[in-house]
């Protein structure tokens, strides 16, 4: 049975860390390929880009192991990760499949509409801010799940966001661009001139 992960965010833009992380999380769990999600419209994100340009910026980083799914795209409305997790699985009903979170977000999870429906799939968190065992450990309902949420610590990727890319665009901080952004992303940010006005 194939194994796939299914990384969901705004990817606002993609950057070096997302890539890392998703070749890291396939690696450490033997998965056959990491799927990003990018978020459609309807998330309201001060500064998000269209949903299809988010999209393209991500295809340019796919290879064997990534790859990009539209699954949220050309929504008529904003699906919750109950629903988007219900479509993931409908269409990949031959795989075991895993959905990635950041550890910021599985804090925010038991918060979620159908939280417990979400907590029925595999989990991987990403270790974020505060520690996932404690954020586990301090909430039943996690507590009570806690056989399919994996943990994954990164230390070395913290500091790339894509704030600070779209800062370092701003700026035209060349140091910081080449170090955080895929060179296929940034030469597509550069020709279709995004996130350059200053806010």
Known sequence: MKKYGFFGGSFNPP???????????AEKYNLDKVYFVPVGNFYKKEGLVDEKTRYEMLTNIKNDKLDVLDIELNSSQKLSAADAFKLINNNFKTSENYFILGGD?????PNWKNAETCLNNNIIAI???NNLDTI??????????KN?????NTNNLNDYSSTKVRQALQNE?????????NKKVYFYIEKNNLY???I
């Open 148 to 152: 399919k949420i994996f943990e994954f």
């Open 127 to 129: 270790q974020r801010g």
């Open 15 to 25: 950057t070096i860390a997302h890539e890392r992380l998703a070749e890291e999380i």
């Open 173 to 181: 901080d060349k140091e910081i661009l080449s170090k955080m952004l």
């Open 136 to 145: 586990i450990e301090n909430n039943n309902l996690l507590k009570s799940h």
């Open 196 to 198: 350059m006005q200053k």
């Open 105 to 109: 977000n599985l804090e925010k999870l």
